[in-house]
């Protein structure tokens, strides 16, 4: 079996049985293609060890970054380990295939008093009706409450909104469904919005969901990027912001409240805890810096 061949099954065994995200099974086929390309479109069982090291090393020097050489390298291992287990390989030559060690960078955070400014800010320029503002002080409050990713955000429809328990049913990576909640100033704005704004904004596009576009469309992960990063930049100080910096603050902001790491895992619909742990290291170097400040013997 070539590559390509391979390539196309081992894709169709990611969405079916794997059930990974579009997103991820798109980059996977590119780092499979992009393997091809280097070594040609050869016999599985032609692709040795020192050509792996070879096509991994040829790229870094290409200037990738180190968390793209990681995926790549996650992406390899994971083709051959399947090829082996299926019988198109005799051995796996992926197995001493080592990545680079990834360097650890923090997510940015706003801190929680300027969030709330923020958000009380933005509440405030919605009082007088406007549409597209209730809309993005909901959104943004949303997004802020319950630590949802942009596409779990953008792909919440009506049913998914529980405001009397004041949940909402999300659909995460890898098609996984769970349950997460939304605090008070959520739920206000939420309502304004859905009184308000929606009825106003409702077209024959619209179908059943909660957030949408001018023309009335569902509104896409583009529009709310643009919507978080003009409110948000100017909080962090950064020129590039998205919804992800709001989904790292809730996060951090609820570890620095006390709240359970699992407890925040799974808010987070995080499939590892080591993944969720990151936010602790923010907090820590939060703890840190007060402690210098406060300390008389730091």
Same mark, same amino acid.
């Given at each position: 079996?070539?590559i390509?061949?391979a ?8 969405v ?6 579009p997103a ?6 590119g780092?499979l293609?992009?393997l091809q ?10 692709v040795g060890l020192?050509a792996l090291r070879d096509?991994?090393?040829?790229d870094?020097?290409?200037?990738i ?10 992406a390899i291992r994971?083709f051959?380990?399947?090829a082996?287990d299926?019988g198109? $390989?005799?051995?796996d030559p992926? *197995?001493? +295939?080592?990545?680079p060690? !990834?360097? %650890? ?5 706003? &801190?929680?008093?300027a ?5 009380d ?7 007088d009706?406007d549409p597209?503002?209730?809309?993005d002080?909901?959104l943004?409050e949303?997004?802020?409450a319950?630590?949802l990713? $942009?596409s779990?955000?953008?792909? *919440?429809? +009506?049913?998914d909104v529980? !405001?009397? %328990?004041r949940?909402l049913?999300v659909? &995460? ?8 909640p939304?605090?008070?100033?959520a739920?206000?704005a ?16 619209s ?6 576009g001018?023309?009335?469309?569902? +509104?896409?992960?583009r ?5 978080v ?5 100017p909080v962090?100080?950064a020129e ?6 709001l989904r790292?603050?809730?996060?951090t902001?609820l570890?620095?409240?006390g709240a ?7 808010m987070?619909?995080h499939?590892?805890?080591g993944t ?7 907090s820590g170097?939060r703890?840190?810096a007060?402690y210098?400040?406060?300390h008389?013997?730091?």
């Amino acid at each position: 079996m070539r590559i390509s061949e391979a390539a196309a099954e081992y894709a169709a065994y990611l969405v079916d049985v794997r059930r990974l995200s579009p997103a991820t099974v798109r980059a996977y086929r590119g780092d499979l293609a992009d393997l091809q390309s280097a070594t040609g479109d050869i016999e599985l069982g032609d692709v040795g060890l020192e050509a792996l090291r070879d096509w991994l090393w040829q790229d870094l020097q290409r200037g990738i970054s180190r968390a793209t050489a990681a995926r790549r390298t996650a992406a390899i291992r994971g083709f051959f380990g399947w090829a082996h287990d299926g019988g198109h $390989v005799p051995a796996d030559p992926s *197995l001493r +295939l080592v990545a680079p060690k !990834r360097g %650890r960078t923090l997510p940015a955070v706003a &801190g929680a008093e300027a969030v709330a400014a923020l958000l009380d800010g933005l509440s405030a320029r919605a009082a007088d009706g406007d549409p597209l503002l209730l809309r993005d002080h909901a959104l943004l409050e949303v997004l802020y409450a319950s630590a949802l990713r $942009v596409s779990e955000l953008c792909g *919440l429809s +009506l049913g998914d909104v529980d !405001r009397e %328990r004041r949940t909402l049913r999300v659909l &995460g990576k890898g098609s996984k469904e769970r349950v997460v909640p939304f605090g008070g100033a959520a739920a206000r704005a939420l309502d304004a919005y859905l009184v308000r704004a929606r009825p106003v904004l409702v077209g024959s596009a619209s179908g059943q969901a909660v957030f949408l576009g001018p023309r009335g469309g569902r +509104l896409s992960p583009r529009a709310v990027y643009t919507v978080v990063a003009r409110e948000l930049a100017p909080v962090i100080g950064a020129e590039t912001v998205g919804p992800h910096a709001l989904r790292h603050s809730a996060a951090t902001h609820l570890l620095e409240g006390g709240a359970d790491l699992r407890a925040v895992q799974e808010m987070l619909g995080h499939a590892s805890l080591g993944t969720t742990q990151i936010y602790t290291h923010v907090s820590g170097d939060r703890l840190m810096a007060a402690y210098r400040l406060a300390h008389p013997r730091a």
